[in-house]
């Protein structure tokens, strides 16, 4: 009987010590995700030739633009940005909805020398990039720009964008922010004098990036607050994207509202109501000069006065002579005689009534 619980407490103890143990076991880990992939069909040709990039694992739909670019390597990226590529014979592709592309680009010289690469980078959406080492036969080859150090920079703290729109920039001034983000130095070695790259996009267009070099040093394990200007063209209005790269890779992507210069459509209403009304008037005053002038009688009132009639006078022109029946000439008109006119009899002249 004691055997048979000692058998089961030694069972028990060995569950125990087996799950424990599992648990300790570090977890598998998952499986990532297959990022963007880009090959190309040769790894060397000439001005002039073509070549065929495919790739896979890219978001479907995504649109995409093909460049060979100079001055650039697959480990460090285009150093000098778009400015290094060959951006006159590049060429775009649309994500299928596998996630694939394929696409024939010409062989072109870029504007700066070799190592080269074939750059693939999304212009909406989800912007990756990959960089595939290409060989343009024939063209010159330099050394790369030496790196700051062996130090890797990421973005630690939550980016934003520090100023606001004045009075000028309602009347069209070119918008301007600065971008504001935490780096830390992930690597081994101090990284001085970095060199930022600036870019605003606008819609399907891509980004188009300008050097911005920050003053100071990030030590090793330790942060930094960045500061970097960043301003649209005159008039620019509508919903923007700052995206800020550092040695080929996005630190930073920041949507960026920019309000409608209203000021602008306002002077324009302005004019449109200020330009006729003043030439209404120019007008009205060459016309008031050129005009001939009215002589001094034209312009003098008449004084003359038609004649007065008297009552008497229109009453007797206005009244017709009667005539008597069978006379054939006519009869003299005959006085009226107002009442106080008229003869009165006197009061002590006696009456002829009754006289013979």
């Not at 330099?142 to 939550?158: F, I, Q, T």
């Not at 607050?225 to 930073?252: C, F, I, M």
Request: hydrophobic share 40%; with cysteine.
């Amino acid at each position: 009987m004691t055997g048979s619980r000692t058998t089961r407490w030694v069972r028990t103890a060995a569950a125990l010590l087996t799950g424990l143990a599992l648990a300790l076991l570090p977890a598998a880990p998952a499986t990532a995700a297959p990022g963007p992939v880009v090959e190309l069909s040769r790894a060397e040709g000439g001005k002039g030739g073509e070549i065929t990039v495919s790739g896979s694992g890219w978001k479907p739909g995504a649109l995409l633009m093909l460049l060979v670019c100079g001055q650039a390597a697959p480990d460090r990226g285009v150093i000098g940005g778009t400015n290094s590529c060959a951006n006159t014979d590049g060429r775009a592709a649309t994500v299928d909805a596998r996630g694939a592309f394929s696409a024939k680009l010409p062989v072109a010289e870029p504007p700066k020398p070799c190592p080269c690469v074939v750059h693939v980078a999304g212009v909406t959406g989800q912007q990756d990039a990959v960089d595939r080492e290409f060989t343009v036969a024939g063209h010159p080859i330099a050394p790369l720009p030496e790196a700051s150090g062996d130090g890797r920079l990421a973005v630690l703290a939550a980016v934003r964008l520090d100023g606001s729109s004045g009075l000028l920039t309602w009347f069209g001034a070119p918008p301007s922010r600065e971008v504001v983000f935490t780096v830390g130095n992930l690597g081994s070695a101090p990284v001085k004098d970095p060199v930022f790259q600036v870019g605003t996009g606008h819609g399907v267009f891509a980004p188009q990036y300008e050097e911005r070099q920050w003053r100071g040093t990030v030590q090793p394990g330790r942060k930094a607050l960045v500061r970097l200007p960043v301003e649209l063209a005159a008039g620019a209005h509508g919903d923007y994207q700052v995206s800020v790269r550092y040695a080929g890779k996005v630190l930073v992507e920041q949507p960026w509202g920019v309000g409608r210069p209203w000021g602008v459509t306002l002077f324009w209403l302005l004019l449109a109501v200020v330009v006729p009304t003043a030439l209404f008037r120019v007008g009205m005053a060459v016309v008031d000069r050129v005009r001939p002038a009215a002589s001094p009688a034209a312009a003098r009132p008449s004084r003359r006065r038609r004649p007065r009639t008297s009552s008497r006078t229109r009453t007797r022109t206005s009244v017709p002579a009667r005539r008597e029946a069978g006379d054939d000439e006519p009869t003299a008109v005959l006085p009226w005689f107002s009442p106080d006119s008229a003869p009165s009899a006197p009061e002590s002249s006696p009456t002829t009534k009754g006289q013979a």
